[in-house]
């Protein structure tokens, strides 16, 4: 019988360790994995490789892991926030490194990452400094840059709902980057609201299929921001 | 040319919010950026249909919900909570870039520090060391939207003009400002640089021109 479920969220991250390149679901608060990540602080691996949308918000969640010294390298497209001021003093004093990606190439190289592509050409950032140093070509009459996927050790998400299979469907506007980031990690886990029982899940609603999934943990509602 | 000054009133950011809203057609998909440009959405036309899309993954985004209303899940690029409209769709990023880079936008509305007169556009980073480096989906809707509508005052605090032969600051995209929405005037960027538009109230072309310290074509 498959059964992905896990009792707690300090099972779904025991594995985790130093070094790890982990993605963590999010645009802001909704979407994130605030639970799983709490988990992970509580394990403690260090020099981490997070790949985010930000880079953050208030105490909780991604800022919590970078105050608590984790990470190493920050891999998003936005860090800048009114309230990221925990990125913000790690940046300035040199305690965090920052790739900076536009979001529509870091969607694209997850997206590569998880579709098993080499490396694709976008036109997204030709002639600014994104593209410093990297390759160009000209097709069709247009300029394009080439771009490398983004593969992980891990993924951290949030769902809404799941299944025994790994099955997910997502609430709202927190589906953002849950789905592309299950496809782009060895080892894919989700914190949904509930696991629900396998066939109760409409498949033409199913929005990631189990196959994507390793581990599911239920945080119960009430656990958005 | 002082008399022009004195009865110049530039537009507020409302009023400039209300032009570009009234330029958008029926139909029309738009994105529109965080700060400045999220003013639009307030002065749309009711009498229109106008799809805004939002890059973390939502089409036909309605108002800010009520204080009762907040879904901490449903929330703008901004992250400010919103509602949708019947018939909106939600999506994953995917899905919301593949619209914003592959030209299924009709317009996207942007702030900017400089835009140059062959519509290279800078609106993600100074010079400033000390600053945050940060970029979002700007340089996706720069080569992605069929149209790019930028809305800035058009003289920094200091008084420095924001158009510019060639930009100073990091680029976000090349050639890609087809029209500039500003405090003294509306401009379109065209082969031959900027064409004027429309005045604000009091405004000559000439004040223009030294207030903006460019070559502006006349309309």
């Not at chain 1, 953050?56 to 892991?65: C, E, S, V, Y």
């Not at chain 1, 390759?135 to 069709?140: F, K, L, M, P, Q």
């Not at chain 1, 060895?186 to 990631?208: H, Y």
């Not at chain 2, 003294?184 to 640089?193: M, P, Y």
């Amino acid at each position: 019988m498959i059964d992905k479920t896990r009792a707690d969220t300090a099972s779904c991250v025991t594995d985790i360790a130093d070094g790890a390149t982990i993605l963590v679901g999010g645009f802001g608060g909704a979407g994130m994995p605030h639970e799983l990540i709490d988990a992970l602080i509580a394990k403690a691996p260090r020099d981490l490789t997070i790949v985010s949308n930000n880079a953050g918000n208030g105490t909780k969640g991604l800022a919590a892991l970078l105050a608590a010294g984790l990470v190493r390298k920050m891999v998003c497209s936005f860090p800048r926030q009114a309230d990221s001021f925990v990125f913000d003093e790690l940046y300035r004093s040199g305690k965090v490194e920052l790739e900076l990606v536009p979001q529509g190439n870091l969607v694209e190289r997850l997206r590569a990452g998880g579709a098993g592509i080499g490396a694709f050409f976008t036109p997204t950032g030709f002639g600014t400094p994104i593209a410093a140093g990297k390759e160009t070509r000209e097709i069709d009459g247009r300029q394009y840059v080439l771009e490398y996927p983004i593969r992980a050790d891990y993924a951290l998400i949030k769902a809404h709902q799941g299944d025994r299979w790994g099955n997910l469907v997502y609430r709202k506007t927190a589906r953002n980057f849950g789905p592309v980031m299950a496809t782009a990690a060895r080892i894919t886990i989700a914190q949904v609201e509930d696991i629900v029982p396998l066939g109760s899940l409409d498949p033409e609603a199913i929005v990631t299929p189990g196959a994507f999934v390793d581990r599911v943990v239920a945080i119960g509602t009430g656990a958005a921001q | 040319m002082s008399s022009a000054a004195t009865d110049f009133k530039p537009w507020t950011r409302i009023e400039m919010a209300q032009r570009i809203a009234a330029d958008i057609p029926e139909g029309a998909v738009v994105n529109i950026g965080i700060g400045m440009p999220e003013l639009v959405a307030d002065c749309l036309p009711e009498d229109k249909e106008i799809l805004l899309q939002s890059e973390n993954g939502l089409i036909g985004m309605g108002p800010k919900p009520g204080p009762n209303a907040i879904d901490w899940d449903l929330i703008n690029a901004g992250k400010q909570p919103v509602t949708l409209l019947p018939g909106g769709a939600i999506f994953d990023h995917v899905t919301s870039f593949t619209m914003m880079r592959g030209g299924h936008l009709d317009i996207a509305i942007l702030g900017a520090f400089q835009v140059a007169e062959n519509g290279d556009l800078a609106n993600w980073a100074t010079n400033d060391p000390n600053a945050i480096p940060a970029v979002g989906g700007a340089m996706d809707l720069a080569v992605g939207a069929r149209q790019v509508f930028v809305m800035m005052e058009m003289l920094t605090k200091t008084g420095v003009s924001k158009l510019v032969q060639r930009c100073s600051y990091p680029l976000t995209g090349l050639g890609c400002v087809s029209r500039v929405y500003t405090d003294h005037a509306v401009l379109d960027v065209t082969e031959a640089g900027f064409s004027l538009r429309q005045l604000a109230p009091g405004l000559d072309l000439d004040t223009l021109r030294q207030r903006a310290g460019i070559a502006i074509q006349a309309p």
